[in-house]
Protein backbone atom coordinates (compact mmCIF):
# COMPACT_ATOMS: atom_id res chain seq x y z
CA UNK A 1 0.00 0.00 0.00
CA UNK A 2 1.66 3.02 -1.26
CA UNK A 3 1.81 6.82 0.85
CA UNK A 4 -0.98 8.24 -1.30
CA UNK A 5 -3.50 5.69 -0.44
CA UNK A 6 -3.55 7.05 2.86
CA UNK A 7 -3.16 11.05 2.86
CA UNK A 8 -6.27 13.12 2.80
CA UNK A 9 -8.17 13.42 -0.61
CA UNK A 10 -8.92 16.83 0.94
CA UNK A 11 -5.41 18.38 2.22
CA UNK A 12 -5.22 20.69 -0.14
CA UNK A 13 -8.70 22.10 0.35
CA UNK A 14 -8.24 22.84 3.95
CA UNK A 15 -6.72 26.03 5.18
CA UNK A 16 -4.70 25.28 8.67
CA UNK A 17 -6.95 28.01 10.19
CA UNK A 18 -10.58 25.86 9.59
CA UNK A 19 -8.73 22.30 10.35
CA UNK A 20 -7.78 23.84 13.68
CA UNK A 21 -11.70 25.15 13.72
CA UNK A 22 -13.03 21.57 13.35
CA UNK A 23 -10.82 20.13 15.78
CA UNK A 24 -11.63 22.40 18.57
CA UNK A 25 -15.24 21.58 17.19
CA UNK A 26 -15.47 17.71 17.65
CA UNK A 27 -12.95 17.68 20.81
CA UNK A 28 -15.52 20.24 22.49
CA UNK A 29 -18.55 17.16 21.78
CA UNK A 30 -16.12 14.83 22.68
CA UNK A 31 -14.74 16.27 26.05
CA UNK A 32 -18.83 16.52 26.99
CA UNK A 33 -19.89 13.11 26.39
CA UNK A 34 -16.26 11.66 28.12
CA UNK A 35 -16.99 14.19 31.03
CA UNK A 36 -20.38 13.69 31.69
CA UNK A 37 -19.90 9.65 31.82
CA UNK A 38 -17.20 10.07 34.75
CA UNK A 39 -18.60 13.30 36.47
CA UNK A 40 -21.91 10.67 37.40
CA UNK A 41 -20.30 8.63 39.38
CA UNK A 42 -19.58 11.15 41.80
CA UNK A 43 -23.29 12.40 41.71
CA UNK A 44 -24.76 9.31 42.50
CA UNK A 45 -25.30 9.49 46.58
CA UNK A 46 -26.96 12.70 45.92
CA UNK A 47 -29.10 11.45 43.39
CA UNK A 48 -29.82 8.61 45.82
CA UNK A 49 -31.01 11.11 48.56
CA UNK A 50 -33.09 13.40 46.03
CA UNK A 51 -34.85 10.23 44.31
CA UNK A 52 -35.16 8.39 47.58
CA UNK A 53 -34.10 5.23 46.00
CA UNK A 54 -31.25 2.44 46.64
CA UNK A 55 -28.02 1.94 45.95
CA UNK A 56 -29.09 -0.95 43.49
CA UNK A 57 -31.45 1.00 41.70
CA UNK A 58 -29.75 3.90 41.44
CA UNK A 59 -26.76 1.86 39.76
CA UNK A 60 -28.73 1.83 36.85
CA UNK A 61 -28.13 5.57 35.92
CA UNK A 62 -24.35 4.20 34.67
CA UNK A 63 -25.38 1.12 33.61
CA UNK A 64 -28.09 2.40 31.53
CA UNK A 65 -25.78 5.18 29.63
CA UNK A 66 -22.75 1.85 29.01
CA UNK A 67 -24.88 -0.23 27.38
CA UNK A 68 -26.91 2.58 25.15
CA UNK A 69 -22.85 3.27 24.43
CA UNK A 70 -21.59 -0.53 23.64
CA UNK A 71 -24.76 -0.61 21.44
CA UNK A 72 -24.46 2.19 18.79
CA UNK A 73 -20.35 2.48 18.83
CA UNK A 74 -20.24 -0.49 16.98
CA UNK A 75 -22.77 1.31 14.47
CA UNK A 76 -20.91 4.56 14.28
CA UNK A 77 -18.68 3.92 11.01
CA UNK A 78 -22.12 2.12 9.17
CA UNK A 79 -25.04 5.43 10.49
CA UNK A 80 -22.45 8.24 9.60
CA UNK A 81 -22.07 6.43 5.95
CA UNK A 82 -25.63 6.23 5.57
CA UNK A 83 -26.59 9.53 7.20
CA UNK A 84 -23.14 11.58 6.48
CA UNK A 85 -20.80 12.44 8.61
CA UNK A 86 -21.89 16.25 9.42
CA UNK A 87 -25.85 15.23 9.59
CA UNK A 88 -25.31 12.02 11.93
CA UNK A 89 -22.75 14.65 13.86
CA UNK A 90 -25.22 17.06 14.70
CA UNK A 91 -27.51 14.44 15.10
CA UNK A 92 -25.95 13.16 18.22
CA UNK A 93 -24.65 16.14 19.49
CA UNK A 94 -28.56 17.39 19.76
CA UNK A 95 -29.65 14.35 20.95
CA UNK A 96 -26.90 14.07 23.74
CA UNK A 97 -27.41 17.83 24.63
CA UNK A 98 -31.62 17.69 24.65
CA UNK A 99 -31.39 14.37 26.75
CA UNK A 100 -28.56 16.04 29.50
CA UNK A 101 -31.26 18.85 30.09
CA UNK A 102 -34.49 16.34 30.36
CA UNK A 103 -31.66 14.10 32.53
CA UNK A 104 -31.14 17.20 34.92
CA UNK A 105 -34.94 18.21 35.38
CA UNK A 106 -36.04 14.54 35.65
CA UNK A 107 -38.64 14.07 38.20
CA UNK A 108 -38.08 10.14 38.70
CA UNK A 109 -35.52 7.35 38.62
CA UNK A 110 -37.31 5.82 35.62
CA UNK A 111 -37.39 8.90 33.30
CA UNK A 112 -33.61 9.74 34.62
CA UNK A 113 -32.57 6.09 33.44
CA UNK A 114 -34.67 6.62 29.99
CA UNK A 115 -33.01 9.39 29.04
CA UNK A 116 -29.64 8.12 30.18
CA UNK A 117 -30.43 5.60 27.28
CA UNK A 118 -30.60 8.80 25.13
CA UNK A 119 -27.40 10.22 26.55
CA UNK A 120 -25.34 7.31 25.29
CA UNK A 121 -26.91 6.79 22.03
CA UNK A 122 -25.99 10.08 21.12
CA UNK A 123 -22.98 10.50 22.98
CA UNK A 124 -21.40 6.90 21.82
CA UNK A 125 -20.79 7.61 18.25
CA UNK A 126 -18.85 10.70 18.78
CA UNK A 127 -15.96 9.57 20.19
CA UNK A 128 -14.69 7.57 16.99
CA UNK A 129 -16.46 9.62 14.48
CA UNK A 130 -14.01 13.12 16.23
CA UNK A 131 -11.02 10.40 15.87
CA UNK A 132 -11.81 9.57 12.05
CA UNK A 133 -12.20 13.07 11.44
CA UNK A 134 -8.74 14.59 12.58
CA UNK A 135 -6.66 11.57 11.20
CA UNK A 136 -8.76 12.24 8.15
CA UNK A 137 -8.17 16.39 7.57
CA UNK A 138 -4.74 16.21 8.84
CA UNK A 139 -1.47 15.93 6.77
CA UNK A 140 0.51 12.55 7.47
CA UNK A 141 3.23 14.55 8.92
CA UNK A 142 0.79 16.01 12.09
CA UNK A 143 -1.32 13.29 12.23
CA UNK A 144 0.84 12.33 15.90
CA UNK A 145 -0.09 15.62 16.92
CA UNK A 146 -3.79 15.28 16.13
CA UNK A 147 -4.31 12.07 17.73
CA UNK A 148 -2.30 13.93 20.57
CA UNK A 149 -5.11 15.92 20.71
CA UNK A 150 -7.24 13.15 20.49
CA UNK A 151 -6.32 11.39 23.33
CA UNK A 152 -5.61 14.26 25.54
CA UNK A 153 -9.43 14.79 25.43
CA UNK A 154 -9.97 10.94 26.33
CA UNK A 155 -7.64 10.87 28.83
CA UNK A 156 -8.09 14.21 30.71
CA UNK A 157 -11.76 13.65 31.36
CA UNK A 158 -11.82 10.95 32.76
CA UNK A 159 -9.77 12.23 35.26
CA UNK A 160 -10.87 15.29 36.14
CA UNK A 161 -14.17 14.34 36.10
CA UNK A 162 -14.25 13.19 39.66
CA UNK A 163 -13.23 16.56 40.65
CA UNK A 164 -15.88 18.59 38.64
CA UNK A 165 -18.26 16.80 39.48
CA UNK A 166 -17.77 16.66 43.21
CA UNK A 167 -17.68 20.60 43.35
CA UNK A 168 -20.56 21.04 41.56
CA UNK A 169 -22.55 18.13 43.65
CA UNK A 170 -21.14 20.19 46.82
CA UNK A 171 -21.66 23.45 46.39
CA UNK A 172 -24.55 24.00 43.59
CA UNK A 173 -26.76 20.46 42.97
CA UNK A 174 -26.32 16.84 41.14
CA UNK A 175 -28.76 18.52 38.19
CA UNK A 176 -25.71 21.05 36.84
CA UNK A 177 -23.59 18.44 35.88
CA UNK A 178 -26.31 17.56 33.35
CA UNK A 179 -27.09 21.45 32.70
CA UNK A 180 -23.64 22.48 31.80
CA UNK A 181 -23.54 20.26 29.03
CA UNK A 182 -26.10 22.61 27.52
CA UNK A 183 -24.07 25.80 26.38
CA UNK A 184 -21.14 23.41 25.27
CA UNK A 185 -23.68 21.37 23.36
CA UNK A 186 -25.60 24.83 21.68
CA UNK A 187 -21.47 26.15 21.03
CA UNK A 188 -20.81 22.89 19.40
CA UNK A 189 -23.03 22.15 17.52
CA UNK A 190 -22.84 25.33 15.98
CA UNK A 191 -19.45 25.18 15.18
CA UNK A 192 -19.85 21.74 14.23
CA UNK A 193 -22.36 22.88 11.42
CA UNK A 194 -20.61 25.68 9.69
CA UNK A 195 -17.02 23.71 9.92
CA UNK A 196 -17.44 20.47 9.29
CA UNK A 197 -18.20 18.50 5.96
CA UNK A 198 -18.85 15.13 4.58
CA UNK A 199 -16.25 12.65 3.32
CA UNK A 200 -16.16 12.94 -0.23
CA UNK A 201 -15.02 9.44 -0.38
CA UNK A 202 -17.33 7.52 1.36
CA UNK A 203 -19.61 5.71 -0.35
CA UNK A 204 -23.87 5.84 1.09
CA UNK A 205 -25.04 1.97 1.98
CA UNK A 206 -27.79 0.87 -0.30
CA UNK A 207 -29.56 -1.38 2.17
CA UNK A 208 -29.88 -2.58 6.07
CA UNK A 209 -28.64 -5.20 7.57
CA UNK A 210 -31.73 -6.06 9.73
CA UNK A 211 -30.24 -9.32 11.63
CA UNK A 212 -26.86 -7.70 12.02
CA UNK A 213 -28.08 -4.88 13.90
CA UNK A 214 -30.43 -6.95 16.12
CA UNK A 215 -27.61 -9.64 16.64
CA UNK A 216 -25.26 -6.45 17.91
CA UNK A 217 -27.40 -4.43 20.23
CA UNK A 218 -28.61 -8.01 21.78
CA UNK A 219 -24.95 -9.44 22.01
CA UNK A 220 -22.78 -5.49 22.70
CA UNK A 221 -25.94 -5.24 25.32
CA UNK A 222 -26.12 -8.20 27.17
CA UNK A 223 -22.37 -8.22 27.14
CA UNK A 224 -21.87 -4.46 29.34
CA UNK A 225 -25.38 -5.44 31.51
CA UNK A 226 -23.03 -9.04 32.23
CA UNK A 227 -19.55 -6.74 33.18
CA UNK A 228 -22.22 -3.96 35.24
CA UNK A 229 -23.92 -6.04 37.13
CA UNK A 230 -21.82 -9.44 37.71
CA UNK A 231 -19.99 -8.56 41.05
CA UNK A 232 -23.15 -7.37 42.42
CA UNK A 233 -25.11 -10.29 41.68
CA UNK A 234 -22.00 -13.02 42.75
CA UNK A 235 -20.82 -13.44 39.01
CA UNK A 236 -21.53 -16.96 38.23
CA UNK A 237 -23.38 -17.97 41.49
CA UNK A 238 -25.80 -16.09 39.82
CA UNK A 239 -28.89 -17.14 37.13
CA UNK A 240 -29.14 -14.12 35.69
CA UNK A 241 -24.90 -13.34 34.98
CA UNK A 242 -24.74 -17.07 33.72
CA UNK A 243 -28.17 -16.33 31.07
CA UNK A 244 -26.50 -12.61 30.46
CA UNK A 245 -23.11 -13.93 29.33
CA UNK A 246 -24.62 -16.82 27.30
CA UNK A 247 -26.98 -14.54 25.41
CA UNK A 248 -23.84 -12.27 25.05
CA UNK A 249 -21.36 -15.08 23.35
CA UNK A 250 -24.26 -16.42 21.05
CA UNK A 251 -25.43 -12.99 20.08
CA UNK A 252 -21.65 -11.71 19.35
CA UNK A 253 -20.90 -14.84 17.63
CA UNK A 254 -24.04 -15.38 14.99
CA UNK A 255 -22.71 -10.81 14.87
CA UNK A 256 -19.08 -12.03 13.90
CA UNK A 257 -20.56 -14.59 10.69
CA UNK A 258 -23.48 -12.95 9.91
CA UNK A 259 -21.05 -9.15 9.22
CA UNK A 260 -18.41 -11.72 7.30
CA UNK A 261 -21.07 -13.25 5.12
CA UNK A 262 -22.58 -10.14 4.82
CA UNK A 263 -22.47 -7.66 1.63
CA UNK A 264 -22.87 -4.21 3.42
CA UNK A 265 -22.60 -4.96 7.19
CA UNK A 266 -22.73 -2.91 9.99
CA UNK A 267 -19.70 -3.36 11.16
CA UNK A 268 -16.83 -4.73 8.77
CA UNK A 269 -14.62 -6.93 10.67
CA UNK A 270 -12.42 -7.59 7.55
CA UNK A 271 -10.29 -4.49 8.86
CA UNK A 272 -9.18 -6.89 11.23
CA UNK A 273 -6.95 -8.37 8.29
CA UNK A 274 -4.56 -5.70 8.71
CA UNK A 275 -1.70 -6.67 11.10
CA UNK A 276 -1.33 -2.96 12.57
CA UNK A 277 -4.61 -2.58 13.16
CA UNK A 278 -5.11 -6.10 14.73
CA UNK A 279 -2.41 -5.96 17.07
CA UNK A 280 -2.84 -2.44 17.96
CA UNK A 281 -6.50 -2.94 18.85
CA UNK A 282 -5.44 -5.37 21.47
CA UNK A 283 -2.91 -3.20 22.27
CA UNK A 284 -5.16 -0.75 23.57
CA UNK A 285 -7.54 -2.86 25.20
CA UNK A 286 -4.93 -4.08 27.48
CA UNK A 287 -4.67 0.04 28.26
CA UNK A 288 -7.67 0.73 28.85
CA UNK A 289 -7.66 -2.65 31.44
CA UNK A 290 -4.72 -1.27 33.26
CA UNK A 291 -5.65 2.91 33.07
CA UNK A 292 -9.31 2.48 33.75
CA UNK A 293 -9.01 -0.32 36.85
CA UNK A 294 -6.07 2.12 38.72
CA UNK A 295 -7.78 5.12 38.36
CA UNK A 296 -10.74 2.89 40.02
CA UNK A 297 -8.59 2.32 42.43
CA UNK A 298 -6.93 5.41 43.51
CA UNK A 299 -10.44 6.63 43.89
CA UNK A 300 -11.85 4.49 45.80
CA UNK A 301 -8.43 3.95 48.32
CA UNK A 302 -8.83 7.85 48.84
CA UNK A 303 -12.56 7.89 49.56
CA UNK A 304 -12.86 4.49 51.57
CA UNK A 305 -9.80 4.45 53.68
CA UNK A 306 -8.73 7.75 53.58
CA UNK A 307 -11.71 9.01 54.23
CA UNK A 308 -11.37 11.79 51.90
CA UNK A 309 -14.13 13.56 50.26
CA UNK A 310 -15.34 13.58 46.49
CA UNK A 311 -13.10 16.99 46.11
CA UNK A 312 -10.29 15.73 47.82
CA UNK A 313 -10.34 12.05 45.85
CA UNK A 314 -10.57 14.02 42.51
CA UNK A 315 -7.39 15.73 43.36
CA UNK A 316 -5.67 12.80 43.73
CA UNK A 317 -6.46 12.54 40.34
CA UNK A 318 -5.86 15.77 39.13
CA UNK A 319 -1.71 15.33 38.90
CA UNK A 320 -2.23 12.81 36.46
CA UNK A 321 -3.94 15.27 33.98
CA UNK A 322 -1.31 17.43 34.65
CA UNK A 323 1.33 14.97 33.74
CA UNK A 324 -0.62 13.94 30.52
CA UNK A 325 -0.85 17.26 29.54
CA UNK A 326 2.63 17.52 29.85
CA UNK A 327 3.57 14.39 27.61
CA UNK A 328 1.18 14.89 25.22
CA UNK A 329 2.59 18.36 23.97
CA UNK A 330 6.40 16.83 23.58
CA UNK A 331 5.01 13.35 22.39
CA UNK A 332 2.33 14.99 19.66
CA UNK A 333 5.95 16.47 18.20
CA UNK A 334 7.84 13.32 18.48
CA UNK A 335 5.40 10.76 16.45
CA UNK A 336 6.45 12.40 12.99
CA UNK A 337 10.27 12.47 13.80
CA UNK A 338 11.33 9.51 16.27
CA UNK A 339 10.42 5.69 15.86
CA UNK A 340 7.00 4.99 17.53
CA UNK A 341 7.59 1.84 18.82
CA UNK A 342 10.08 3.26 20.95
CA UNK A 343 7.76 5.54 22.02
CA UNK A 344 5.29 3.38 22.55
CA UNK A 345 8.06 0.87 24.73
CA UNK A 346 9.04 3.85 26.70
CA UNK A 347 5.73 5.30 27.92
CA UNK A 348 4.57 1.29 29.13
CA UNK A 349 7.98 1.07 31.02
CA UNK A 350 7.12 4.25 32.38
CA UNK A 351 3.50 3.21 33.42
CA UNK A 352 5.01 -0.15 35.27
CA UNK A 353 7.19 2.17 37.12
CA UNK A 354 4.30 3.97 37.97
CA UNK A 355 2.17 1.38 38.61
CA UNK A 356 4.95 -0.06 40.98
CA UNK A 357 4.54 2.70 43.07
CA UNK A 358 1.16 2.16 43.70
CA UNK A 359 1.78 -1.10 45.41
CA UNK A 360 2.86 -0.16 48.84
CA UNK A 361 -0.40 1.35 49.67
CA UNK A 362 -1.02 2.26 54.16
CA UNK A 363 -3.41 3.83 55.74
CA UNK A 364 -0.90 6.25 56.70
CA UNK A 365 -0.37 7.34 53.28
CA UNK A 366 0.06 11.02 52.53
CA UNK A 367 -1.43 13.16 49.44
CA UNK A 368 2.09 13.04 47.58
CA UNK A 369 2.52 9.27 48.06
CA UNK A 370 -0.53 8.85 45.60
CA UNK A 371 -0.16 12.16 43.72
CA UNK A 372 3.32 11.10 42.59
CA UNK A 373 2.65 7.85 41.08
CA UNK A 374 -0.39 9.30 39.56
CA UNK A 375 1.96 11.59 37.81
CA UNK A 376 4.11 9.22 36.58
CA UNK A 377 1.49 7.24 35.65
CA UNK A 378 -0.23 10.34 33.31
CA UNK A 379 2.62 11.62 31.85
CA UNK A 380 3.11 7.54 30.46
CA UNK A 381 -0.11 7.65 29.24
CA UNK A 382 1.22 10.87 26.96
CA UNK A 383 3.21 8.18 25.16
CA UNK A 384 1.16 5.48 24.94
CA UNK A 385 -1.97 6.92 23.61
CA UNK A 386 -0.52 9.08 20.19
CA UNK A 387 1.82 6.27 18.95
CA UNK A 388 -0.44 3.56 19.39
CA UNK A 389 -3.49 5.08 17.76
CA UNK A 390 -0.72 6.48 14.86
CA UNK A 391 0.52 3.04 14.60
CA UNK A 392 -2.42 1.25 14.44
CA UNK A 393 -4.46 3.35 11.40
CA UNK A 394 -1.32 3.95 9.69
CA UNK A 395 -2.28 1.19 7.02
CA UNK A 396 -5.72 1.70 7.48
CA UNK A 397 -7.49 3.06 4.11
CA UNK A 398 -9.59 6.75 4.00
CA UNK A 399 -12.66 4.60 2.94
CA UNK A 400 -12.50 2.40 5.40
CA UNK A 401 -11.51 5.12 8.37
CA UNK A 402 -14.61 4.95 10.23
CA UNK A 403 -15.36 1.78 10.25
CA UNK A 404 -12.26 1.28 11.63
CA UNK A 405 -12.20 4.11 14.73
CA UNK A 406 -15.68 2.14 15.22
CA UNK A 407 -14.08 -1.16 15.54
CA UNK A 408 -10.76 0.51 17.59
CA UNK A 409 -13.05 1.99 20.40
CA UNK A 410 -15.09 -1.40 20.68
CA UNK A 411 -12.47 -3.34 21.97
CA UNK A 412 -11.38 -0.17 23.90
CA UNK A 413 -14.49 -0.03 25.47
CA UNK A 414 -14.87 -3.72 26.04
CA UNK A 415 -11.03 -3.75 27.83
CA UNK A 416 -12.24 -0.93 29.82
CA UNK A 417 -15.22 -2.81 31.12
CA UNK A 418 -13.25 -5.76 31.56
CA UNK A 419 -10.59 -4.10 33.56
CA UNK A 420 -13.53 -2.29 36.56
CA UNK A 421 -15.33 -5.91 36.58
CA UNK A 422 -12.08 -7.49 37.61
CA UNK A 423 -10.86 -4.47 39.99
CA UNK A 424 -13.95 -4.65 41.70
CA UNK A 425 -14.71 -8.34 41.96
CA UNK A 426 -10.77 -8.64 43.35
CA UNK A 427 -11.44 -5.84 45.79
CA UNK A 428 -14.73 -7.54 47.35
CA UNK A 429 -13.33 -11.54 47.30
CA UNK A 430 -9.63 -10.21 48.95
CA UNK A 431 -11.06 -7.88 51.37
CA UNK A 432 -13.11 -10.99 52.38
CA UNK A 433 -9.98 -13.17 52.84
CA UNK A 434 -7.71 -10.20 54.82
CA UNK A 435 -11.41 -9.88 56.86
CA UNK A 436 -11.26 -13.84 57.95
CA UNK A 437 -7.48 -13.43 58.64
CA UNK A 438 -8.22 -10.73 61.18
CA UNK A 439 -11.37 -12.59 62.79
CA UNK A 440 -9.60 -15.24 63.48
CA UNK A 441 -6.74 -13.19 66.02
CA UNK A 442 -9.73 -11.47 67.73
CA UNK A 443 -9.64 -13.69 71.01
CA UNK A 444 -12.24 -12.94 73.66
CA UNK A 445 -9.93 -13.88 76.36
CA UNK A 446 -7.05 -11.78 74.98
CA UNK A 447 -6.18 -9.06 77.55
CA UNK A 448 -5.83 -6.29 75.06
CA UNK A 449 -9.46 -7.41 73.76
CA UNK A 450 -10.70 -7.50 77.23
CA UNK A 451 -9.85 -3.91 77.68
CA UNK A 452 -11.05 -2.72 74.28
CA UNK A 453 -13.97 -4.11 75.01
CA UNK A 454 -14.64 -2.57 78.61
CA UNK A 455 -13.55 0.70 76.63
CA UNK A 456 -16.11 0.51 74.38
CA UNK A 457 -18.55 -0.69 76.63
CA UNK A 458 -17.84 2.15 78.88
CA UNK A 459 -18.02 4.17 75.69
CA UNK A 460 -21.48 2.94 75.07
CA UNK A 461 -23.04 4.20 78.55
CA UNK A 462 -24.72 6.99 77.15
CA UNK A 463 -27.06 4.73 75.52
CA UNK A 464 -30.63 4.52 76.86
CA UNK A 465 -31.25 3.97 80.85
CA UNK A 466 -33.33 0.41 79.85
CA UNK A 467 -30.04 -1.34 77.87
CA UNK A 468 -29.01 -3.77 79.69
CA UNK A 469 -25.52 -4.00 80.11
CA UNK A 470 -25.45 -7.38 78.04
CA UNK A 471 -26.94 -5.28 75.42
CA UNK A 472 -23.92 -2.44 75.48
CA UNK A 473 -21.45 -5.41 75.79
CA UNK A 474 -22.99 -6.70 72.68
CA UNK A 475 -22.81 -3.40 70.64
CA UNK A 476 -18.99 -3.00 71.85
CA UNK A 477 -18.40 -5.97 70.30
CA UNK A 478 -19.89 -4.76 67.15
CA UNK A 479 -17.83 -1.97 66.98
CA UNK A 480 -14.98 -4.12 66.89
CA UNK A 481 -14.97 -4.74 62.58
CA UNK A 482 -14.57 -1.12 61.97
CA UNK A 483 -11.17 -0.87 62.68
CA UNK A 484 -10.84 -4.35 61.22
CA UNK A 485 -12.55 -3.34 58.19
CA UNK A 486 -10.30 -0.54 57.41
CA UNK A 487 -7.34 -3.28 58.10
CA UNK A 488 -8.97 -5.85 55.63
CA UNK A 489 -9.51 -2.89 52.94
CA UNK A 490 -6.42 -1.55 53.14
CA UNK A 491 -4.89 -5.08 52.28
CA UNK A 492 -7.38 -6.16 49.51
CA UNK A 493 -5.93 -2.67 48.13
CA UNK A 494 -2.19 -3.67 48.29
CA UNK A 495 -3.36 -7.71 47.47
CA UNK A 496 -5.11 -6.54 44.03
CA UNK A 497 -2.73 -3.98 43.14
CA UNK A 498 0.63 -6.22 42.95
CA UNK A 499 -0.70 -8.75 40.63
CA UNK A 500 -2.03 -6.69 38.33
CA UNK A 501 1.03 -3.99 38.46
CA UNK A 502 3.01 -6.88 37.78
CA UNK A 503 0.85 -8.01 34.90
CA UNK A 504 1.37 -4.44 33.31
CA UNK A 505 4.90 -4.64 33.98
CA UNK A 506 5.04 -7.97 31.86
CA UNK A 507 3.10 -6.44 28.68
CA UNK A 508 5.38 -3.51 28.48
CA UNK A 509 8.04 -5.89 28.36
CA UNK A 510 7.12 -8.49 26.50
CA UNK A 511 9.01 -9.04 22.83
CA UNK A 512 5.28 -8.73 21.55
CA UNK A 513 4.96 -5.27 22.29
CA UNK A 514 8.37 -4.22 20.77
CA UNK A 515 7.45 -5.88 18.24
CA UNK A 516 4.11 -4.04 17.46
CA UNK A 517 2.86 -2.10 14.41
CA UNK A 518 5.11 -1.38 12.10
CA UNK A 519 6.06 1.92 11.40
CA UNK A 520 3.37 4.66 9.55
CA UNK A 521 3.42 4.37 5.80
CA UNK A 522 5.72 7.65 5.87
CA UNK A 523 8.64 5.59 7.20
CA UNK A 524 8.42 3.04 4.35
CA UNK A 525 10.82 3.43 1.30
CA UNK A 526 11.06 1.21 -1.43
CA UNK A 527 15.33 1.71 -2.12
CA UNK A 528 15.08 0.28 -5.80
CA UNK A 529 12.67 2.17 -6.69
CA UNK A 530 14.66 5.20 -5.15
CA UNK A 531 17.99 3.92 -6.75
CA UNK A 532 16.45 4.03 -10.12
CA UNK A 533 15.53 7.43 -9.76
CA UNK A 534 18.75 8.46 -8.79
CA UNK A 535 20.54 6.98 -12.11
CA UNK A 536 17.83 7.93 -14.03
CA UNK A 537 18.73 11.84 -13.18
CA UNK A 538 22.70 10.83 -13.58
CA UNK A 539 22.47 10.15 -17.01
CA UNK A 540 23.25 12.67 -19.59
Known sequence: MGVSSVEPVTEGQISPARRWAITFSVMMVTVMQVLDSSVTNVALPHMQGSMSAGIEEMSWVITSFLAANAIIIPATGWLSARFGRRRFFLICTVLFTVSSFLSGIAPSLEFLVAMRILQGLGGGPVIPMAQAIMWEIFPLRQRGTAMAVWGGGIMLAPILGPTVGGWICDNWSWRWIFYINLPIGLGGFLMVSVFLFDAPFVKKPRGIDIVGLVLMVLGFGFLQLCLDLGEKNDWFDSGLIIALLMLAICAIVAFVIRELLAREPILDLSVFNDRNFAVGTMCIALVALGFNSSVLLVALYAQKILAWD???????????????????????????????????IGGCLLNAVASTMMTSVTVGMDYWSLAWPRFLQGFAMGFIFPPLQTLTLATIRLERLGNATAAYNVVRNIGGSIGVALATTLLVRRSQAHQTTLVSHLDIWDADTTAKLKQWTAHCAADPPHASRADRAERARARAPRPRRSLARSGRFADHARPRYRLITLVASSPRARETPRRSPRRRRRPRAAARERDRGRRP
Open 310 to 344: AWNAGLVLAPGGLGTMISLMISGRLVARADQRLML
